[in-house]
Nanobody, 119 residues
Framework: QVQLVESGGGLVQPGGSLRLSCAVS????????MGWYRQAPGKERELVAT???????NYADSVKGRFTISRDNAKNTVYLQMNSLKPEDTAVYFC?????????????WGQGTQVTVSS
């Protein structure tokens, strides 16, 4: 069984910063791509950033230059450093991971963590 546990969400003022973490645990053979998505009230879930096992990254245009995704493969953890936060960044943030549990690879999701940007 594989679990993803997120942490680091909260309330922050516009212009502030937060760092989200997502730790993967369980019967893991390997982890391929990992990523962060977000869903604001009344909107569909959208991609924020992804990172491959080799460290290649991809970002939504709306967060480029402000957010940084990284991972610690030894800890099976992915991070999202969010700087210069804006009210429109308010959403529930979900992490995911493409985990190989022999003999197949499956995408797993975390439970989500709330990020609220407000003065």
């Amino acid at each position: 069984q594989v679990q993803l546990v997120e942490s680091g969400g909260g309330l922050v003022q516009p212009g502030g910063s937060l760092r989200l973490s997502c730790a993967v645990s369980g019967s893991i053979f390997s982890i391929n791509a990992m990523g962060w998505y977000r869903q604001a009230p009344g909107k569909e879930r959208e991609l924020v950033a992804t990172i491959t096992s080799g460290g290649s990254t991809n970002y939504a245009d709306s967060v480029k230059g402000r957010f940084t995704i990284s991972r610690d493969n030894a800890k099976n953890t992915v991070y999202l450093q969010m700087n210069s936060l804006k009210p429109e960044d308010t959403a529930v943030y979900f992490c995911n991971a493409d985990v190989m549990v022999v003999p197949r690879t499956r995408r797993y999701w975390g439970q989500g963590t709330q990020v609220t940007v407000s003065s």
